[in-house]
């Protein structure tokens, strides 16, 4: 195991998005998504070509469609955070203008007072940058980073979520903002020469929330769209984990997932699945990178929402307006993600409202013809006692005496399909099934070995597989750690259930023919040092079935 586990692993993790689905289930890590609340205290509307505003002081200028493009990204990425508010889009609106005047600039010192500031640039003089004059050097972010206006946004809001925590400390991040008068608020992040300056535009900022957003539900001059299509082309994907509640893959915490998840293989096109105006396109927190489209459909606003893609699998940009079957991005596997899938929601009253089943709305617009989420499903887990509830996966069956058949490695490894000679047994089959079913945030599976320096192993009997938590030959901390502990506690728990003879892991190992020992101390049998992370089981699972 020692000199096969990291190639047998790395083998699945190379092939598993490019193979999609095959034989018994999902063989890459299973599709996950971390519910957090998409509300928002705003909705974007239709941008206009150009909006007339007037400052505290007096002085009326004209902001053009690209600034106020940037003003509604601005927006969009303030309503995607929980805890921002109306308020706090205001602030970064009043910094923004303050900064720039709503514009991408690359220059050093270029405020909206002069008429002297370039257009959108490159960024090319590596000073300050963008639409709040952020610098690199100062760290908010590279050169590219502070030159994505969504980017910038995201650091101003700062919080636990954004991209530049802890330090430089973004609005979220301040203590008392919500109670500071909105300049200060501005300051606080700036940290401008000029601490005044940012009151001079809150009639303007007022003045953009009022034109781009609508206080209730739905957007105004929301595009109205009576067909809806699939969010990916048929044949790509499969459903591998349904509305409801489950406990979260990663986190362990027993909670309503939101959406529908759609595994397929990294890279796939994701449709917007009816006309609309994006609300939301760039990171938000466990999300990853979400895009939001408000629609109106049947006369009643929808909005969408499609997460979990990688940082350049977003392709399109908030106040766009999109067309049903449009590509908007990628499949990837960003935010609190375990492998490559859509994570898709559905809130039919807007993003304020509660989500529904997105399975069953699909099909109820003649999308899909999937199954609502069942009573199993909203209790999603694992078959047996303890963490899980029931998947719906059958146990293997034993003997009418209660013994466990003979089997024989009769059937392909699916952890490892590319893998010549590579088999498991029935029994080992099933139990794969049930463990990618139980969503348990593993890093990939790999069974069959022909294991030639250990040939007691139960690996060439398509008997064992190894669970990979964390990164091979590194001690699991935190979340991979805790995941280990749990799916090795369950193992334990239903072993008589789903046929497991025994339980390597973290040092320990438990087995059926001395269960009333309990867990053990793992010398490892004379082969293995036990003082490395693999040698010892701390990075992975190993597991054998009877």
């Not at 109306?86 to 009043?94: S, T």
């Not at 396109?281 to 466990?286: I, P, Y």
């Not at 969408?304 to 893609?309: E, R, V």
């Not at 898709?344 to 509660?354: D, I, K, L, Q």
Request: proline share 7%; with cysteine.
């Amino acid at each position: 195991m020692v000199r096969k586990l990291a190639a047998a692993a790395l083998a699945l993790v190379f092939f598993g998005p490019a193979m999609g689905l095959i034989g018994i289930g999902v063989l890459m890590n299973p599709a996950a998504a971390y519910c957090a609340n998409l509300t928002g205290s705003v909705n974007l509307g239709a941008i206009p070509e150009s909006l007339t505003v007037t400052t505290v002081r007096g002085e009326t200028f004209t902001l053009n469609r690209q600034q106020l493009t940037h003003a509604a990204t601005i927006i969009g990425v303030g309503s995607g955070i929980d805890g921002v508010g109306r308020a706090g889009i205001k602030i970064a609106l009043m910094a923004a203008l303050t900064e720039s005047t709503l514009r991408m600039l690359s220059n050093t010192g270029a405020y909206p007072e002069s008429a002297n500031y370039p257009h959108d640039g490159n960024g090319s003089d590596h000073d300050s940058l963008g639409l709040f004059q952020m610098r690199p050097q100062s760290g908010w972010g590279t050169v590219a980073d502070l030159m994505n206006p969504t980017y910038q946004a995201q650091a101003f809001y700062g919080g636990n979520t954004g991209p530049n925590y802890p330090s430089p400390r973004g609005l979220l991040d301040i203590p008392g903002w919500q109670q500071m008068d909105p300049g200060q608020a501005a300051q606080a992040v700036e940290v401008s020469a000029f601490p005044d300056r940012y009151r001079n535009y809150g009639p303007v900022a007022d003045t953009i929330l009022a034109t781009l957003t609508t206080s209730g539900a739905g957007a105004s001059g929301a595009v109205s769209s009576s067909r809806v299509v699939f969010p990916l082309p048929a044949g790509t994907w499969v459903t591998s984990s349904p509305y409801g509640v489950r406990v979260h893959p990663i986190t362990g915490e027993r909670k309503l997932h939101a959406g529908t998840d759609f595994s397929a293989s990294d890279g796939t096109p994701i449709l917007a699945v009816a006309d609309g105006t994006v609300t939301v396109a760039g990171a938000s927190g466990g999300y990853g990178n979400l895009i939001v489209i408000e629609h109106t459909i049947d006369g009643q606003t929808v909005a969408t929402a499609y997460a979990h893609m990688w940082d350049r699998g977003v392709h399109v940009n908030v106040g766009e307006r999109v067309q049903a079957g449009q590509h908007i991005g990628d499949v990837g596997s960003s935010g609190l993600s375990t492998g490559p899938h859509l994570h898709f929601e559905v809130r039919p009253s807007g993003t304020r409202s509660p989500a529904v089943d997105a399975a069953a709305w699909l099909t109820a617009h003649q999308a899909a013809d999937l199954p609502a989420a069942t009573t199993d499903s909203r209790a999603r887990g694992c078959q047996g006692t303890g963490l899980y509830a029931n998947t719906g996966i059958a146990p293997p069956p034993k003997n009418p005496d209660g013994s466990w058949p003979a089997e024989s490695c009769s059937l392909p490894d699916p952890t490892q399909p590319r893998r010549r000679g590579a088999c498991v047994t029935p029994r080992t089959a099933t139990i794969i099934r049930q463990i990618e079913a139980m969503n348990v945030g593993h890093n990939g599976i790999a069974c069959w070995d022909p294991h030639a320096w250990n040939p007691t192993s139960d690996h060439p009997k398509g008997k064992a597989c190894d669970i990979v938590f964390g990164s091979l030959g590194h001690f699991p901390e935190g979340a991979d750690k805790a995941n280990g502990d749990r799916l090795a506690e369950w193992l334990v728990a239903n072993a008589d259930v789903w046929g497991v003879n025994y339980v390597i892991w973290g040092g320990r190992v438990w087995s059926s023919a001395r269960a009333s020992q309990g867990w053990r101390t793992y010398t490892g049998g004379g082969i293995y040092d036990v003082t490395s992370p693999t040698g010892g089981h701390h990075d992975h699972i190993h597991l054998s079935q009877r």
